[in-house]
């Protein structure tokens, strides 16, 4: 099963503090996700950033909208407890405790009114600005969700827009690609467009050393989304590198490749490469080919060793 989001593990992370003893947040995300049935995979998704397992992110933000209403607190760092008030609430629980049932305890009301934006603190990595009421996402989450919504649709007009140029600049942009990804050392200079000289159906070359000695062979085919490569084209390409006494070859197309010639790289055992319009686009992307940065969001977070320095 996948996590719950943050609102449906209030009152598992309220349970888990049943004990009234003070909890470090691990063993509040260990006592819930054990409670949840969650699997050892579940335990483990990250965010898209990488940084924090998302179990973590919803425990942590499950904690401070319990706190701002005054059912948990956080002694320390890392540490909570239950208070009278949780304590009270857990002798007769409601089925679920969410925003809604929050609205009930002055504190959060206040807190949701104003109080954040005129008092914003951070517990255990997770800024106190609410998310919006109607969204089931942490703020982490959104911002998230909605970076992977405009990634995909840029992707989705990069690979249009390299569909629909010429077959000349597929060649030059898999050339500027892999000079990009440091292959010739970062020098443009070792990279050349071939397919204009006849050079044997190869459309391109990038020389890995100064005297020509190791090269790897590049051929770029213009598909439609709806086409495929297969293992025919493949093994023409395979046959016209090994005739330039190399096995190295990439092998780029802006459609797909068929399992048969998937399996056939695979039982070369040599070093080809086949690249399909998704992976290329997500290599433009690695390597800022044919994109550029428009605008930047900084997200900031205490930090913690600053504040426990001891030299305040």
Do not use: C
Not at 50 to 74: D, F, H, K, M, P
Request: aromatic share 6%; charged share 30%; no cysteine.
């Amino acid at each position: 099963m996948a996590v719950p989001d943050f609102q449906s593990l209030m009152l598992p992370a309220l349970k888990a503090l049943a004990d009234g003893a003070e909890t470090p947040v691990s063993e509040i995300r260990d006592r819930v996700a054990t409670a949840e049935g969650l699997t050892e995979e579940d335990r483990r998704e990250m965010l898209s950033g990488g940084r924090q397992t998302v179990l973590a992110n919803r425990i942590s933000w499950a904690l401070l909208y319990l706190g701002r209403a005054g059912l948990t607190e956080r002694i320390r760092r890392g540490v909570w407890r239950l208070t009278a008030e949780g304590q009270r609430l857990l002798t007769d629980p409601p089925p679920r405790i969410d925003r809604k049932y929050l609205g009930n305890y002055p504190t959060y009301v206040d807190w949701q009114a104003g109080g954040a934006s005129k008092n914003t603190s951070s517990f255990d990595g997770v800024s106190s600005t609410p998310p919006a009421d109607e969204s089931v996402d942490t703020p982490e989450e959104a911002l998230d969700r909605a970076a992977r919504q405009l990634r995909d649709m840029l992707e989705a007009e990069v690979l249009d827009r390299v569909r629909e140029a010429p077959p000349e600049f597929l060649e030059r942009l898999v050339v500027d690609l892999l000079i990009a990804m440091g292959y010739g050392g970062g020098d443009a200079a070792m990279g050349r467009v071939t397919r204009r000289s006849g050079d044997g159906g190869i459309d391109g070359i990038i020389r890995e050393d100064a005297l020509g000695l190791d090269n790897i062979y590049l051929q770029a085919k213009k598909y439609s989304e709806n086409q495929t490569v297969g293992r025919p084209e493949v093994q023409q390409f395979v046959g016209s590198i090994q005739t330039k006494g190399t096995n190295k070859g990439v092998f780029v197309t802006t459609a797909n490749f068929t399992r048969d010639a998937e399996n056939y790289v695979v039982e070369l055992h040599r070093p080809i490469v086949l690249i399909d319009g998704k992976e290329l686009v997500r290599l433009m992307f690695k390597h800022d080919i044919g994109v550029r940065e428009k605008t930047t969001y900084r997200v900031k977070r205490v930090d913690k060793d600053y504040f426990d320095s001891g030299d305040l």
